[in-house]
């Protein structure tokens, strides 16, 4: 019976990138800032090589094993660019009926006059992601993937139209580009 070896996959890390794996914390840090995340499974190792950080798992892997090694790759792309190049996306404002007004305050997005409604709609900033508003434009980014999405869709669940015909009212804030 031929017994099976096991897999390996290797992250090149780029020069201005130090990423520190200790406990099954990795820990990357570059020049927009620094990013940890516990990344743990007893069948997947993971050791910082010279020039990448290599996974691995032994003992005939089966699925699951291999599912998390390209989880865990996945998350230690996603934070390598994020401390090297930030995450940005840009949303626009588009209303027809109401003139709908954006603001930052604090950490929150107000949504102003949103088909009419006399109090304003607030959306969750979370921590470590900007907002900035531009008349129409509305500019979010980070480092961290995840928390830049989150904000986002947060953005855009609080301009939900509720309790009209939404082929009519197609008013809100929309995300229009997912940028590096």
Sequence with gaps: MEKKTG???????????????????????????????????????????????????????KR????????FTAHIKNMIKGVSEGYEYKMKTVFSHFPIKTSVEGQRFVIQN????????????LEGVDVTVDGENVTVSG???????????????????KHRDIRVFQDGVYMISKGG
């Design 7 to 61: 897999i390996k996959k290797e992250v090149a890390i780029p020069e201005n990138v130090t990423i520190t794996i200790t406990d099954g914390n990795v820990t990357v840090t570059g020049e927009k800032g620094t990013l940890t995340r516990q990344l743990v499974h007893p069948k997947v190792n993971m050791k910082v090589e010279k020039e990448n950080v290599e996974i691995t798992c032994v003992n005939s892997p």
């Design 64 to 71: 699951r094993e291999k599912a998390f090694i390209g989880t």
């Design 114 to 125: 949103f088909l009419g409604e006399r109090s304003p709609r607030k959306a969750v900033i």
């Design 143 to 161: 480092i961290n993937k995840e928390l830049v999405g989150q904000t986002v869709a947060n953005i855009e669940r609080a301009t939900k139209v």
